[in-house]
């Protein structure tokens, strides 16, 4: 019968199509390769679990990850994700890991302190690195937990003072992801180095409303920076992962990018991960995240890696194409303060 | 040509007395060919149950050739989902722990879908109905533990169900669509609700936005793996259904849902109905938003509790094409694929949307029911629409 036919034949097509169904009973690409015995002191497997943000967020993340695949190079480490796709998940995807016994476990970002902190109570063998996790050593008594922070307000004073100094119109702006600490950190450091570069100016900051995907949520970041671009900002620092990037893609396609409107990255150097923000690009705020991460783990390779809080580098990235474009006194300026936040002759003074 | 058969008629049996007429088939109009008999006059009668687990199955074919073309086995990708999900203990509790708000929040639009009403409404209810709770948790935190339970569940539903009251209402006196109102209240709530959780209802020490948590003795860990409101869940999906079927409020809702303009020559106020099912839907959403906050680990209002629950509501209210009581195998289902969704990654490396695409395309061949007419054209009933109330 025709309508029997009709129900049939699509069926038996797909059926055919996949008879003979080869592919791999194992990891496809991209960069998994965890098949062996993790539970074997001879294999170092190291895993991370991301927070909400893809692999690929161009941001922080991408250079946790980074950071883990120079593990991976170095001392021929099994590697593997997972990215998080529902907050409720982080304690079940952890799980993954350490029932496979893995040696090291990353987790990425500030909302994952607290499942991170239970499971290393739980698994005293197992190593855990938090990034951007502060440990309240008097709470936490773990050793096997390393929390990695960053000085953000650091990074932040740094390009702070850059856009205050490159401000005409003295009013800069900030589009913040949610508001924990290591976000303030930027935003706080951000808005003091435009005071003391240049006390006229005004600084705008917005977070992103809790409840959604703060930091994965581009088109409200792009949107918010329309609306301060129309209050008359002209440099905008996009702080939040994916969140930041929609911010700065609005800000390159608005006529006068590069020239009188300017924005400014977060986490790593944009400039070679946000390709479309190259019109107005002018430098980002770096933690330098994949070096942090790449330290610790061959600590905890070579068995010395010890709990508590351990403090990574921040820095800007270089100028690219602007390097000629920025007047050679501020970019002297910039430096001057750039090597004294390092050496520490220079405090932000931002408290939270 | 064959003779139509008659239609069923009282049959006498051997006393004399009446024998019951049977339930009404799927009868042809008058003219038409008569309903077929054997195997295709079971899949005729039945296609409510078959029709989703056709296209459920073609869906998961068509996604086993996505996840053939990334180079996996895709039988061995699925045995790992499934396995994980519905097999592994605490894949189990999770698949068990995401069945709760899916069913819930599925019943939150198929109640009014029944009515006639798309109530895209369910994010916004189930976060008001979660937030009260947290307050209330919150104002009674130095109760005993069950009081606490009851009283703030009570709240919870109370805060859902005004909430979408709120849409029901406007569209009862005004005739606002509820599409568009309940859009716009759910991003009333979220703005609403960062407030509350920047301000009144926050925390201070936890250095994230988050109300205080729900006290020792009033949290509701998994027994076992069974997660606390799985019992309620599934007997409010069956309380439906049989609300629905055998009573005089259910007569009324699938009445107006059939054709509003025969109920209210008969009588039915549509406006009382249309407010009661968006407040009963509301309500249900609220509910799984606080026996969430008591249910999940910890226990506070914080980013991510509602995540995409609400409008997971509406695939699942689809998926069991408007029946409440598929609302049960849909809400395991999607339940499962999530929950399976980071050990197949774990497996095998594909990304966690592949598991959204799976869903996707099931929606998409369930919510064909062009396919069927087609396949069924010559035999099937009218009326068989899911929401009468577009551009109604």
Redesign the interface.
Known sequence: ?R??F??AA??CV??V??AG????????????TAGADCSSSKVFCVGLVTD?SKIDDKSFNQAAWGGVQKAKDSFDAQV?Y????????Y???I???TD?KFDVIVTVG??MA?PTAAAAAQHPDTKFIGVDQSIDTEKVKSTNLTGLTFPADQAGYAVGYLAGLLTKTHKIGAING????PVEKYFKGYEAGAQAANPKVKVVGVYH????Q?FNDPVWGAGEAKKQLAQGVDIIFGIGSNTGNGALNEVAKTSGAGTTLFCIGVDVDQWGTVPEAHPCLVTSAEKLISDGVGELLSQANNGTMKGGNFIGKTGISSLHDFDSKIPADVKTKVDVVVKKLADGSLQTKVEL | MRNPTPPPTLRETVSGAEAPTPSPPVVAERGAPAPPRGV?GLLVREQSILVPL?AL??AF??G??L??S???????AYKSLFSYALFGG?GLT?TLQKMVPLVLCGLAVTIPLRVGLLNIGGQGQF?VGAIGAAAAAYALRSAPGVLTIVVTMVIGVLAGSMWASIAGLLKATRGVHEVISTIMLNSIA??L??WL??GPLADREV???ASHAVADSAQLPPFGFVPIGLPIALVLAVATAWVLRRTTLGFRFETVGRNKHAAAYAGISIRATTVLAMGIAGACAGLSGAIELFE???YRY???????LGFDGITIALLARGNPLGTIPAALLVAAM??G???L????????EIVDMLLAITLLFVSLPLVAR???RRHTAKGNELASSWGA
């Not at chain 1, 997972?82 to 998940?89: L, N, Y």
């Not at chain 1, 949610?178 to 600490?181: A, F, H, Q």
């Not at chain 2, 990654?345 to 966690?352: A, E, I, K, Y």
């Open positions: 019968m309508s029997t009709i129900i699509p069926l797909l059926a199509g996949l169904c080869g592919g791999t009973t194992g990891s496809a690409g991209s960069g998994t909400g593997k997972i990215e998080t796709t529902d907050a409720k998940d304690a079940a995807n799980k993954q890991f496979q500030f909302l607290d949610l508001e924990i600490p409303p809790a409840g959604g703060p | 295709l056709i199955v073609a074919l068509v086993a050739l996840i053939r990334q180079g996996v086995n895709p039988t061995y605490s999770a976060m979220s703005g609700i960062d959780l920047n250095p994230y936005p999940v680990d910890p914080q980013d991510g509790i509602a995540g995409n999530r929950a969704a980071p050990h990654g774990f497996d095998t490396g594909l990304r966690p087609l396949i069924f």
